[in-house]
C-alpha cells in the first residue's frame, strides 16, 4: 500500500496510490502527519485507517503532479520539529566494487583509512541477532523540514557550495508517539543530494557537505519492504539523458539491518521529543559523481525504483555567484 500528500483547493490531503494513472482521495485533511496521529490514537495501523477512510473520490495522479501538486510526503506543521539526517558507509554496492571493497579489507588496519574501518564495522557487526545491539554506523544531520524539497520543485544549491550531487537512497520515516517511542510510518525512495567535492577535500568537512537540499516520495510505502530493491538513477541535461545507472538497496545490498541503523539513531532521548518527525537517509553506493559528472543549473535528476511507484524527479537551480556576501551577526 502507497500513499502521497498533496494540496487540494488549500487544504493538505491524503490519497491511496490506487494505480500509476489514479490516486484515491482520503475522506481527511490535515495530510499525513494527522493521520499517522489519529491512527496512533486510535491503536490502528495506518493501512487500516487509510482504507477506512478512502472515498470514491479519484484523481489523474500524473496531472495532479505536472500541476505542482505534490507534497514530500509527510510534512510537520511547523518544519522545525522534522528532523533529516542519515547514515553513510552501508552499502555493498556492485560486484565490481564489493571485489574490490572486500580485497581492501583484507589489509591491515593500519592501512586501511577511517571511511574503510567504518565500512569494515559494518561488514562485521552491522547485522545482528534480534536481541543484540550491531555496531554504530557512520552518521549525520542534514537539517529540518524547510530543506525538503516536494516532488518535481526545484532542488537549490546554495553559492557557497563547490558541487551538487544526487544521491538514491531508501529513506525511513518516522514520527515519535507522546510516550517518546518512535512509530515507522514508512519507506520512500530519495535523493539525498550532497556537495561531493566539499566532503573529498577534507573528510572532517562531511557535516558541511550535507548541510544541503534534498527530496523524497513522492509515495511512502506503508508496511514491509523487499529485503531486494533494484532502481536506476538518471540525469537530464536540455532533455537528453547524460548518465544513468542501476542501483542496489535494501537490507540484501546493505552491511547493517534497518533495525540496527533505526537502534543507533534514536537510542539518544534528544531525537525523541513527542510530535517530532524524522526522515532518515539510509546511504547508498552508486554516484554521478564517482564516474566524474558535475551536475549543472538545470539538470533534472530522476530516481525510478519500479516498487515504490512514481520516479522522484527534480531540477536543480544554482544561486548566483555574486550572491554571496559574509554573515554579520548582530548584538542583543
Known sequence: MKIVQFKQN?????????????????????????????????????????????????????????????????????????????????????????????????????????????????????????????????????????????????????????????????????????????????????????DHITERSNYLWLAHSKLRACSYGPEIILGDIPEHIEGESRIYRNGEVIWEQKFLTGEANMTHSISNLEHHHFKYKQLSHPGDIHIHFFGTATLSFSDGVRIKDGDKIEIEVPAFGMPLSNTVKFEHANEKEVVKVGSI
Open 10 to 194: 488549500q487544504e493538505t490531503k491524503v490519497a491511496l496510490v490506487k494505480d500509476a494513472n489514479t490516486l484515491q482521495v482520503l475522506d481527511f485533511s490535515g495530510g499525513t502527519y494527522a493521520l499517522a496521529l489519529l491512527a496512533i490514537r486510535e491503536n490502528i495501523s495506518i493501512k487500516d485507517l487509510v482504507l477506512k477512510l478512502v472515498s470514491t473520490q479519484e484523481l489523474d495522479y500524473r496531472e495532479t503532479l505536472e500541476k505542482g501538486c505534490l507534497l514530500p510526503p509527510i510534512t510537520h506543521p511547523d518544519p522545525a520539529h522534522c528532523l533529516v539526517s542519515g547514515t553513510g558507509l552501508t552499502h555493498l554496492g556492485s560486484a565490481s566494487a564489493r571485489s574490490e571493497m572486500h580485497a581492501k579489507l583484507s589489509n591491515n588496519d593500519d592501512q586501511m583509512t577511517d571511511s574503510m574501518k567504518m565500512f569494515k564495522l559494518g561488514v562485521d557487526g552491522g547485522k545482528p541477532n534480534s536481541d543484540e545491539i550491531g555496531s554504530q554506523p557512520e552518521w549525520f544531520y542534514k537539517g529540518d523540514g524547510s530543506i525538503v524539497c516536494a516532488p518535481g520543485a526545484e532542488l537549490p544549491v546554495p553559492n557557497f557550495a563547490e558541487d551538487a550531487g544526487e544521491e538514491p537512497e531508501l529513506v525511513g520515516v518516522y514520527i515519535i508517539d507522546k510516550d517518546s517511542k518512535p512509530r515507522r510510518v514508512g519507506f520512500a525512495i530519495g535523493n539525498e543530494f550532497s
